[in-house]
């Protein structure tokens, strides 16, 4: 006879949840206990609950299937908050398992009661506190079922400890398939019909991918349609999970920037929606508009989150004839190996000059963000997992994830200094695991995008107790200390010389590595030093497109 | 004519919040802009949500007032989300501003978008959305006002970026006190002339002490009736604020582990509250007790947290004749030098063998807890703040806020290494403020009271799967390296000579310090080694309650 942890941790595994991301406390006990009834499930410890809730999105994003998280009450889940957010937003499966008092002590307040399901709620679609051992299974079915969506989603189980502790559990067996997602239905034919016309009418038409539209077979479905239409195909702003690189259709991504994106949607006389939503503003600025489809345009979508994306484009394929086009695929190129003081430019062009087979890229770095793609485009095929929510800590937690769902592919995680310090604990949890990742810190000694902010707020008169709120550099963070007193080997390069040299050694030696690069911050001066960066990120711009946004971005 | 972020500034400096502490993003780059247009306001940059709100809780327990946080969008208040939790528990006063989109943003459901409110009443008694730049002053006044209670609270005020940018913000004058509390009632004569007659028949009875009757007049309060009656006189667990010392009555705290606090408690037939709750069990037990209130014992509240204890005390005093007796004080003395290897107990014979006067003293340690009271009892008068709501990662923060707030004191943080890894960007802010913080880590390389709290609920029978999810030393945690890449200097000591003489120089030497205090897990082997400590920690425990306890305490 098993007690509630025991069963519980039998059921998980039989719904196909074999990986576990934790930070127990005293009401996870009997949880933590049963670890050694159930072998197949890998718990990995973490030191702080937004590693955990990070390390199961990027898992997610990576293995198509949930992970669990076990946290502690109410406080334990509030600290994984913030990863749990990106991980709603892009619609990636999280089953998290928040412990709490026994039922009967809840009356008396003790001092880490809270309302756990109010917290819950704000990030997941299925909450539920279970209430006996004898239902505890069922519930665990139910929350592995609500996960996997579609779309993926985060459901929260609430354990109680005399839920957990109590004897009589019973694993369920359970017919869920262990891997997303379950078929759903196609786009309809009278939609099909109509996107068709559109297209086949000609214009300037585009097609925005999002969610799992940006995964191989619907890239190609996509760039048939775009090779049969000469509609543009663009990528969502932070997706998910992107596949890309040489042999893979390339897709250009929204600019985080409203005024570059704007640009990109600009005289769009049609914009068609795959797992994606309409293109709006990431923040609101004075003056200045959030929803970024252009007058004129008309939005049609050809599937939501909860349809087959990839049935529904190979459906408006055969309908335009496009299903034996051939698609248009990205050429294997590589910049060459830079030289000279190091920049953030430098540090892509190193990271596409070396970029192995297979990695896996978590892109967190706003330094970086807008030059990576260019350079990355022609190398050897990868993954990238985007910022979904925009909830700064992301990367090196689901870099953490990323790594355990494949732990033959190279993780790299690129981190901003600011960003990184909201989770830097999984440093640890990538020691403890030996993973593979080599983490990127962009050390420009500043929140520098928002020094770009503060301008574009319209606070361009920001004195000096502003712009103290946006340095970093008294005292500066010392990431190689920081990684060595988690026992990360580090290094920090203020060359592009040295940073390739790193590099490439991190790359040849297994388990984790860390490099600070030192960095000037690329939005001092955005105007005269960024512009012809971003310009260049865009792609082909059309001269007269481009001097518009110049006129745009101007003060 | 200032914007809605000037004139808000404007009325907190009016309501007496003169000090923020922030983790600013986009939405709050007006606010961040307006911090030059009113230099009063002083406005301490952290790394991560957790450390804000961690330090306004601390400030508030040292100022008697609250701090405002700064806080980005629902996932920033989300990671400071437990700290503001321990504020909740502890009532204390935080004025809690969340940036958040322009309100005509919002219907797009941008990236950052999530429900603020919910997330914030998890912690906070108010909560409000403010409308319009010309209402926002009020809500203001509104936030602080409720902020301050009594009881102290948490009050969250959402600010939409387009209130904050708004022009047309008209600064409120306000006749709020600038320091708590207002003056609440008094018990009422018929629960005095009550109280008092339970006192006068004699019996076992004790006065249990907390929130703000653990300060000097009603210690002496208290003390004088203890003096006059043989009540015996307790302070609660888990104090927001203890005030101890030579020369101040000595309150012996109930003990964390309910094992013991119902040893405490024992034979009691009144139990008087004042400030504080009957005693409950902090976690749930396997077929133990959640109420730790003997049977026979009848509990009377003198005064509540919304009532005015140091006046209830006084009155009872007065009732009582006690009102010019003698209260028993603490007298000086200190524990000798220690000397020899390095463990938990000499760390807190150390501490209270140099401990400065008017030191602050916050202590997360579980591993320090149960044997610094004893240590420290007779050293100068110092503050003790306690971890209020359970939720670990409060330490080394509210470390922060309380030598913000009392610059002239000493403040020492005593930590696990554990829960030191929860909110560790402290020690950047630490450094950047040049702050007189003490961190002692200690690090025994576990969650050490995991180990207890894996035996206490039953689950001896954990296999190495599970012990394994208690280890924190593979790899190991080098706190020096970390202290040290936050700019702040630190030592390692592994002797009790090496641990005083770096005590003594960091005490000697402004700015802060951290000391890794490599000690073996006090928690392995509880009943052999540990025992004597805790009981000796209780003071004086008769022979017979010595024996139950050591009988309720085996396996």
Known sequence: MANGAQAMLRTLLDAGVNVCFTNPGT?????????????????????????ATGAADGYARMADKPASTLLHLGCGLGNGLANLHNARKGNVPVVNIVGDHATYHAQYDAPLQSDIETAARNVSRWVRTSRSTAALCQDVVDAVAAAKGPPGQVATLILPADVSWGEGGAPLPTSLPTSLPAQPPRAADDVIDKIARVLQAGGKNALLLGGRALREPALLAAARIAARSGARLYAEVFPARLERGAGLPHVERLAYLAEMASVQLAGLDNLILIDARAPVSFFAYPGKKSYLVPEGCTVHELASPRQDVVGSLEKLCVRLGADQVAPALQEAQRPGRPRGKLTAEKVCKAVGHLLPPNAIIVDEAQTSGTMLPMFTAGAPRHDVLALTGGAIGQALPAAVGAAIACPDRQVL????????????????????????VVSIIFNNKSYGILNVELERVGAQKAGPRAKSQLDLNSPGLDFVRLAEGMGVPAVRATTAEEFTAALERALATPGPHLIEAVVPSVFSGLKLRVLPYLLRSLGTLPEPVARALKRKLAP
Chains 1, 2 share one sequence.
């Open 27 to 51: 009401s996870e006990m009997h949880f933590v206990a049963a670890l050694d009834t159930a072998p197949e499930m890998r718990a990995i410890l973490t030191l702080f609950e937004g590693v």
């Open 413 to 436: 995680a690129l981190v901003g200094d600011g960003s990184a310090m909201y989770t830097f604990q999984a440093l640890w949890t990538m020691a403890r695991e030996r993973l593979n």
